[in-house]
């Protein structure tokens, strides 16, 4: 994945975690069924995933789970960008 794609994504995760008073998390620490994000946190992921990267979260083919790791999330936003963007529409 492109790193300044994920840059966002990941500098969001890491004030959240700074927030709370972790200083660093490993790309397949388990970042919200662990606790170290909240809902509120969640919450900002998925704004960014949205806005910043264009991921539709109502799609079928989501799942909640690919986004509990930074490398899962990283590895999302990869995936969707390369779909086209009319197969991303349907």
Do not use: C, K, W, Y
């Amino acid at each position: 994945m492109n790193e300044a794609a994920g840059a966002g994504i990941r500098a969001v995760i890491q004030a959240s975690l700074r927030a709370r008073g972790i200083m660093s998390v490993g790309d397949h620490d388990n970042l919200f069924s662990t606790g170290l994000l909240d809902s509120l946190a969640a919450t900002e992921v998925l704004v960014a995933l949205e806005t910043d990267h264009g991921i539709d979260l109502a799609d079928e083919d989501f799942d909640i789970l690919e986004i509990d790791t930074l490398h899962g999330i990283e590895q999302l936003i990869a995936s969707r960008r390369l779909q086209p963007v009319a197969a991303q529409a349907t």
